[in-house]
């Protein structure tokens, strides 16, 4: 170093140190008190009362409820009604709401935490006579009758649902709905899963209950003109729920009609409307609600802004309403910026005078915007998107597993739900090589060249350190194995619809020479119409197929017999692995033990209870079967499986069980 320099850089660190030692903490202490946000608690509590709804007896009811609909407030006896019964014209096909007019909070986002509400409300279903079926005994004893009430709790107060079984729930413009139902429901709707005409259910963002239970072995009817009474007990920290149905004149029951594990997080927003929904098919049942009393508490977070917070809003409410100019003395955070400032100019210059031959390196900084990419076509992820949509791959944003990799949910800045395919790290470092990754991305733009509704596009990929992650778009209905073997019964009429969808959609992939190669029911998503989507398409193990020729030949024969077996889950409502030890290949072995007893009915799902729909059930059987035979003896192509599917003919099966099953 220069000796003419030591004195004056010794000068400046003195001054800088005299600096520092007399503001760094005052410093500190400021960014900690003027940049810290307070939270506080509070309790946040909600009770309505509502012994009547008459404006005489309860003045504020006309403006505390909000009527949507066909949904009115009697004027004779004070009570809501859906439909209007004044309608003389027509009663039937109707919807309606009644909600409380006010938001109330349910849902903590600082904590997370979910609010815990009770509720009872009285209850009567009035069956009446609509004047189109006055002239015919017949037909208005099959039109008495209605589809139910259900207390609600939903995002807005302005939606109506679709009428008949939809209980004015949802529409077709509820894409991403969040609602939450207890549906009192007298009208057996097999379509919807429901066990009988006189049932309970639990609804998270759809019309198919997750839970029911079943009222006919209980002292309660939803068949009479009696009024009931129901409590709804929901404790938000356990996440529990407890439905009670009884006499309006009852006290609490003892035993509840349905009680179960909620968790609400994902199906409610911060605030929600709450009240009653109910609609008619062809009948003209009345829906009245007599009385209601609702309560919820929380525990809210309030974030106290900052000193620093208040200050710069003075500043800007001054310049923005006043000609004086606001002024203020520096504060101890830009005098300590400046001491910083100063002594890195002084590392600076000491250390260019040391290094004169030196030159400070330069840094360049790689562009990281990207050209736009049209919504149709897919587009490259970076590793660090994937990973904060997936909040780190975290296990409660996983969706679906198999041996080839982990299927996650994941949210996009802008608030667009995906799906994400992270393929297993041990798959990857047996089969990936550099090569490959090229013939991947031909494969995934490919598959985005076929349009079908029962297929879904990639919307993306990732590629990075031997890590491949594809994206799809994210189903809120989940997948089809969830619902096969989840909580619930999946009707027959929507698990032959869905199966006829499957056969639709891997026809037309091979139509183009193009094989799925992953076919399971963890791979078929139901879209909002409860329709299949086929998706999470093999990629690196279907490489080796990818070209035309055998290959694909070989390929399609696969998903020919991985459509067979998925078929034979479906009937049966059982994965392969749940048949037990004595029948070592699962679901197909007992299939066809079955076939060669000719009691081929014990593989049918008992729980659908089909009546006369067994027949068909049985012929889809077959269908499944015939998908699993061997080379030798002719496997079917999809074409030929969508024709079978379309008909009544019954597919030609061996007498005995083929000696190899693939």
């Not at 003109?225 to 407890?242: E, F, L």
């Not at 997948?479 to 096969?484: G, Q």
Request: glycine letters at 6%.
């Amino acid at each position: 170093m220069d000796s003419r320099s030591f004195p004056v850089s010794s000068a400046i660190f003195a001054t800088l140190y005299f600096l520092l030692s007399r503001n760094t903490q005052l410093a500190a202490h400021k960014i900690h008190r003027e940049h810290h946000h307070f939270v506080t608690s509070v309790t946040v509590r909600k009770d309505l009362s509502f012994s009547s709804f008459h404006p005489r007896l309860n003045p504020t009811s006309t403006h505390d409820i909000k009527l949507l609909g066909s949904a009115t407030i009697s004027d004779d006896n004070g009570i809501i009604q859906i439909p209007d019964p004044s309608w003389a014209a027509n009663r039937s096909c109707q919807a309606g709401r009644a909600v409380y007019n006010c938001p109330i909070r349910m849902f903590e986002p600082v904590t997370k935490s979910l609010a815990s509400f009770r509720t009872t409300f009285s209850f009567q279903f009035t069956a009446t006579m609509s004047t189109s079926n006055a002239t015919d005994d017949s037909s208005s004893s099959r039109d008495r009758g209605g589809s139910g009430l259900a207390f609600v709790l939903v995002p807005d107060e302005f939606t109506v649902g679709r009428a008949g079984p939809w209980l004015g729930l949802l529409n077709d413009a509820c894409g991403q709905y969040k609602i939450f139902a207890v549906e009192f429901d007298n009208s057996h709707d097999t379509e919807f899963g429901d066990p009988n005409d006189d049932h309970v259910g639990i609804n998270l963002g759809t019309i198919v209950s997750m839970k029911t239970a079943d009222l006919s072995g209980t002292t309660v009817s939803l068949h009479n003109d009696s009024v009931q009474r129901a409590w709804i007990n929901y404790d938000g920290h356990r996440k529990w729920i407890d439905v009670y149905l009884g006499a309006d004149n009852d006290h609490l029951p003892n035993q509840t009609v349905l009680s179960s594990p909620l968790d609400l997080s994902g199906y409610i927003n911060e605030f929600m409307f709450v009240g009653f929904s109910a609609s008619t098919a062809k009948s003209t049942q009345i829906h009245s609600v007599l009385s209601w009393n609702f309560s919820s508490t929380i525990e809210a977070f309030l974030q106290v802004p900052s000193e620093r917070t208040c200050k710069r809003n003075l500043i800007h409410q001054v310049s923005k309403y006043s000609k004086v100019r606001y002024s203020r003395a520096p504060s101890g955070f830009l005098v300590f910026v400046a001491v910083v400032a100063l002594c890195t100019l002084a590392l600076v210059v000491l250390y260019s005078n040391s290094n004169p031959q030196k030159r400070s390196p330069s840094y360049s900084f790689p562009d990281i915007r990207r050209r736009p990419t049209p919504p149709s076509k897919p587009r490259s992820f970076t590793i660090h998107e994937i990973y904060r949509a997936t909040l780190k791959f975290s296990k409660s944003e996983m969706l679906s597993s198999d041996p080839k990799g982990v299927l996650y949910r994941g949210t996009l800045p802008n608030g667009r739900h995906i799906a994400v395919k992270r393929f297993s790290q041990h798959l990857e470092s047996q089969t990936i090589a550099p090569s490959i990754q090229a013939r991947i991305m031909k494969r995934i733009h490919g598959l985005n060249q076929f349009c079908h509704p029962n297929l879904a596009p990639i919307k993306g990929w990732c590629y990075k350190s031997k890590e491949i992650i594809v994206v799809y778009d994210y189903f809120q209905n989940g997948s089809l194995d969830k619902w096969l073997f989840g909580l619930g019964v999946l009707p027959w009429t929507r698990r032959f619809n869905l199966i006829k969808d499957i056969a639709k959609a891997l026809s037309f992939l091979h139509s183009k020479d193009t094989i799925h190669g992953n076919l399971r029911t963890s791979s078929v998503f139901l879209d909002i119409s409860y329709r299949a989507v086929l998706a999470d398409y093999a990629l690196v193990t279907a490489i080796a197929n990818s070209n035309r020729g055998e290959n694909v030949l070989i390929g399609k024969r696969k998903d020919v017999f991985g459509f067979g077996k998925m078929v034979l889950e479906i009937v049966a409502g059982k994965r392969s692995g749940d048949m037990g030890e004595k029948e070592a290949t699962g679901i197909l072995g007992f299939a066809w033990n079955m076939h060669e007893r000719g009691e081929k009915n014990k593989v049918v799902d008992e729980r659908m209870g089909l009546g006369g729909a067994m027949e068909q059930a049985l012929r889809a059987l077959d269908v499944g079967l015939v998908c699993t035979l061997n080379e030798e003896n002719c496997r079917v192509s999809m074409e030929d499986v969508v024709q079978l599917l379309k008909t009544k003919a019954i597919p030609k099966l061996p007498q005995k069980k083929p000696a190899q099953l693939s």
